[in-house]
């Protein structure tokens, strides 16, 4: 079975986070596509979150997973996308339901709110839940794109 493909993308809040959580990805057997950025040195949170949009528009990657300071500007500027449905969690329980609930494709997370553990609690209730489906949820997420 191939390796699924996550797209992965900070600014320099969350650079640190997202090299852990890259690992994360790969100890997991995912294959992470790192959109950047490369270093901790200050970049603008949109132009990352514009980048994983067109990954997972062009197919390069069907999920993502975004860091900034609080994980809000980041998803914001996803969320300008009609495709992306970006949810900062929180925790595990806000990971689950954001995939369940509301077939989030993109998991947001804050790096100077969450710790690591936390964080890798995230990545895992994300990719191992699956969307609930049904009518009400699928009614409700298609108002949405």
Partial sequence: MPQETIAIAADHAGFELKELLKAELAAGGYKPLD???????????????????????????????????????????????????????????SAKLARLHNNANVLALGARLLGPEVAKDCLAAFLATAFEGGERHSRRIGKLS
């Fill in 35 to 93: 959109l950047g950025t490369a270093g901790p040195e200050s970049v603008d949170y949109p132009d990352f979150a514009d980048k994983l949009a067109v990954a997972l528009k062009d197919g390069r990657a069907l999920r993502g997973v975004l860091v900034c300071g609080t994980g809000i500007g980041i998803s914001i500027a996803a969320n300008r996308h009609r495709h992306i449905r970006a949810a900062v969690c929180h925790d595990g329980t």
